[in-house]
């Protein structure tokens, strides 16, 4: 066994970090490794002449590239431009035109010409703006509005032309018609072009002169603002004196009869019932008599000289005032508030929700005159009766003296075929001294008369008409009698405040959270930052 030792080779090796030479080991038969194609393998290097037309195939590549992300940007914007999609996040759509507005926007007909709007204001002003931020709403559902933009500075002939005295004021017009409206919203703007889209404006007549509720009256017993929402909706109203007139107009779509404080004459309650005769709808605003339980009865009784209408439809009041204990669960301290809150399945309650509201209200028999139909009530609640003695202190129902419990009808809804009574009545003067209207034809008969008797005129006064469900219930009666029903009412603007609301024990842990919680956490973490350092 041989062992090794170093030679002089090995040491130079170790003096120059070199590895010494070994003796070449007995040759061996190896294949030849054949080299590597240019380009190919790890660490292989191209060949010169490939070199070129790589750079020119990346060049290419990258113009390509360049080319095709221009024409995708390109399309994109010929497409957004083209092509709008509008999304509407806020919690009560806000930006968006209500499920009322569209429909009252789809009822316009495609053929022929299509609703203009003129706005008198400058586009880029910000009155303009506020404007055109609104109208976008309806031009996204409607497409063939045709909107313009007029500043009254560099138009003056066609600002006085239009009535403009308001910038930002906004000039409608359909089929020869037009509107302008200075308070502009979406109510008042798909309200007036509900009022456009009418073939014929209802002719509604107020019967006034015996001290009735007034139709253009500011009082609180008044109905002036009721006049005002229909005469917003494309209703058309007109102060009916008997006395003067000696008839009803024979083109009166509706009738309006509040209790007067004079008696009629003989000859009036005739021409009423002469009217109803000819097939007439009627909305009748019943109350009952003030001062005490005997004039009261006297008062319902005696009806001021209405005592023939009632007679002709078969209406029968009961006698003294509804009195409600549910009235005190909404908050009314006063008993006299009768409440309606179970609604008929009927146009007049369809999709109600909040409950209506009559502050001394009379109640009726369920009776009708032969040939009409009852074709439903609307009645207060099981904790209701009418009260025949005073209303003071504790009251409790007498069924002796006709108190009756409820529910009970306050307000009944009448209906029957067109009599033919309508065809033969004397034509009688118009509601309007304009003779040359159209509107001012006699109203085509339709298919059958309705009438309303509600036990109470103060829901739809100046002073009740917005409590609860008044107003809603107010308008439909008006739309119901004149066959007007569908016509739609945009309602007011959404506020995202009355959805956030905060109980009392909420609020008192929010505040004690923000304002000692908080403070004592964080003051517990810069104790425990400054704990922890001091071990350290």
């Given at each position: 066994m041989s062992?090794?030792?170093?030679t002089?080779e090995?040491?130079?090796?170790?003096?120059t970090?070199?590895p010494a030479?070994?003796p070449?080991?007995?040759?061996?038969?190896?294949?030849?490794?054949p080299?590597?194609?240019?380009?190919?393998g790890?660490?292989?290097?191209p060949?010169?002449r490939?070199?070129?037309?790589?750079?020119?195939?990346?060049?290419?590549a990258?113009?390509?590239?360049a080319?095709?992300?221009?024409?995708i940007?390109?399309?994109?914007?010929?497409?957004?431009?083209?092509?709008?999609?509008?999304?509407?996040?806020?919690?009560?759509?806000?930006?968006s035109l209500?499920?009322?507005?569209?429909?009252?926007?789809e009822?316009l007909p495609?053929?022929?010409?299509?609703?203009?709007?003129?706005?008198?204001a400058p586009?880029?002003?910000?009155?303009?703006?506020?404007?055109?931020?609104?109208?976008?709403?309806?031009?996204r559902?409607?497409?063939?509005?045709e909107i313009?933009w007029?500043?009254?500075?560099?138009a003056?002939?066609?600002?006085?032309?239009?009535?403009?005295?308001?910038?930002?004021?906004v000039?409608?017009?359909?089929?020869?018609?037009?509107?302008?409206l200075?308070?502009?919203s979406?109510?008042?703007l798909?309200?007036?072009?509900?009022?456009?889209a009418?073939?014929?404006?209802?002719?509604?007549?107020v019967?006034?002169?015996?001290?009735e509720?007034a139709s253009?009256?500011?009082?609180?017993?008044?109905?002036?603002?009721?006049?005002?929402?229909l005469?917003?909706?494309?209703f058309?109203?007109?102060?009916?004196?008997?006395a003067?007139?000696?008839?009803?107009?024979?083109?009166?779509?509706?009738?309006?009869?509040?209790?007067?404080?004079?008696?009629l004459?003989?000859?009036?309650?005739?021409?009423?019932?002469?009217?109803l005769?000819a097939?007439?709808n009627?909305?009748?605003?019943?109350d009952?008599?003030?001062?005490?339980?005997?004039e009261?009865s006297?008062?319902?009784?005696?009806?001021?000289g209405?005592k023939?209408?009632a007679t002709?439809?078969?209406v029968?009041?009961?006698p003294?005032v509804?009195?409600d204990a549910?009235?005190a669960?909404?908050?009314?301290?006063?008993?006299?508030?009768?409440?309606?809150?179970?609604?008929?399945a009927?146009?007049l309650?369809r999709d109600?929700?909040r409950?209506?509201?009559?502050p001394?209200?009379?109640?009726?028999?369920?009776?009708a005159?032969?040939g009409?139909?009852?074709?439903t009530?609307?009645?207060?609640?099981?904790?209701s009766?009418?009260?025949?003695g005073?209303i003071?202190?504790e009251?409790?129902?007498?069924?002796p003296?006709?108190?009756?419990?409820?529910?009970?009808?306050l307000a009944m809804?009448?209906?029957?075929p067109?009599?033919?009574?309508?065809?033969d009545?004397?034509?009688?003067?118009s509601?309007?001294?304009?003779?040359?209207?159209?509107?001012?034809?006699?109203?085509r008969p339709?298919?059958?008369?309705?009438?309303i008797?509600?036990?109470?005129?103060?829901f739809?006064?100046?002073?009740?008409l917005?409590?609860?469900?008044?107003r809603?219930?107010?308008l439909?009666?008006?739309r119901?009698l004149?066959?007007?029903?569908?016509?739609i009412?945009p309602?007011?603007?959404?506020?995202?405040?009355?959805?956030?609301?905060?109980?009392?024990?909420r609020t008192?842990?929010?505040?004690?959270?923000?304002?000692v919680?908080?403070?004592?956490?964080l003051?517990?973490?810069?104790l425990?930052?400054?704990?922890r350092?001091g071990?350290?």
């Amino acid at each position: 066994m041989s062992t090794p030792h170093l030679t002089a080779e090995g040491l130079d090796s170790i003096a120059t970090g070199e590895p010494a030479d070994t003796p070449d080991p007995a040759p061996t038969a190896q294949a030849p490794t054949p080299e590597p194609p240019p380009g190919s393998g790890s660490g292989a290097r191209p060949h010169p002449r490939a070199l070129p037309w790589r750079r020119l195939h990346r060049t290419a590549a990258d113009g390509v590239f360049a080319l095709l992300l221009l024409a995708i940007v390109l399309t994109a914007g010929w497409l957004a431009a083209r092509h709008d999609d509008y999304f509407d996040w806020t919690s009560t759509a806000r930006n968006s035109l209500t499920p009322e507005s569209i429909a009252v926007l789809e009822r316009l007909p495609a053929d022929g010409p299509p609703l203009s709007i003129t706005v008198f204001a400058p586009r880029e002003h910000p009155v303009g703006r506020a404007v055109e931020q609104l109208l976008a709403r309806y031009h996204r559902q409607r497409p063939d509005l045709e909107i313009h933009w007029v500043d009254p500075q560099r138009a003056p002939e066609r600002a006085r032309d239009a009535d403009v005295h308001l910038l930002g004021q906004v000039l409608l017009e359909f089929h020869g018609r037009r509107e302008s409206l200075t308070a502009l919203s979406e109510g008042t703007l798909s309200s007036a072009i509900a009022r456009l889209a009418l073939p014929r404006a209802p002719w509604v007549a107020v019967l006034e002169g015996h001290g009735e509720r007034a139709s253009a009256g500011a009082a609180a017993p008044d109905i002036g603002r009721f006049a005002q929402l229909l005469r917003q909706r494309g209703f058309r109203l007109q102060p009916l004196d008997l006395a003067s007139a000696g008839s009803v107009p024979a083109n009166t779509d509706l009738l309006v009869i509040s209790t007067p404080s004079i008696a009629l004459f003989p000859g009036e309650a005739e021409a009423l019932v002469h009217y109803l005769e000819a097939g007439g709808n009627l909305l009748w605003l019943m109350d009952p008599g003030s001062g005490s339980a005997a004039e009261r009865s006297d008062a319902t009784g005696d009806l001021m000289g209405l005592k023939p209408l009632a007679t002709y439809l078969g209406v029968r009041p009961l006698p003294g005032v509804v009195v409600d204990a549910k009235a005190a669960e909404l908050g009314f301290d006063d008993p006299t508030f009768a409440v309606i809150d179970d609604w008929p399945a009927h146009a007049l309650g369809r999709d109600l929700k909040r409950p209506a509201v009559l502050p001394g209200s009379l109640a009726f028999q369920v009776t009708a005159a032969p040939g009409w139909l009852l074709d439903t009530t609307l009645t207060s609640g099981p904790q209701s009766w009418n009260e025949t003695g005073p209303i003071r202190g504790e009251i409790t129902r007498n069924p002796p003296a006709g108190e009756e419990s409820g529910p009970l009808p306050l307000a009944m809804v009448l209906t029957r075929p067109q009599p033919r009574a309508g065809a033969d009545a004397p034509a009688a003067a118009s509601t309007s001294d304009d003779d040359d209207e159209p509107d001012n034809a006699a109203p085509r008969p339709a298919p059958e008369q309705r009438v309303i008797v509600v036990g109470d005129g103060d829901f739809a006064s100046n002073a009740y008409l917005a409590t609860a469900a008044n107003r809603s219930l107010a308008l439909r009666m008006a739309r119901w009698l004149t066959g007007l029903e569908d016509l739609i009412t945009p309602p007011p603007a959404a506020d995202d405040r009355d959805n956030f609301t905060l109980s009392t024990a909420r609020t008192w842990a929010i505040s004690a959270g923000a304002v000692v919680a908080l403070p004592l956490l964080l003051l517990g973490a810069g104790l425990l930052v400054r704990w922890r350092r001091g071990l350290a």
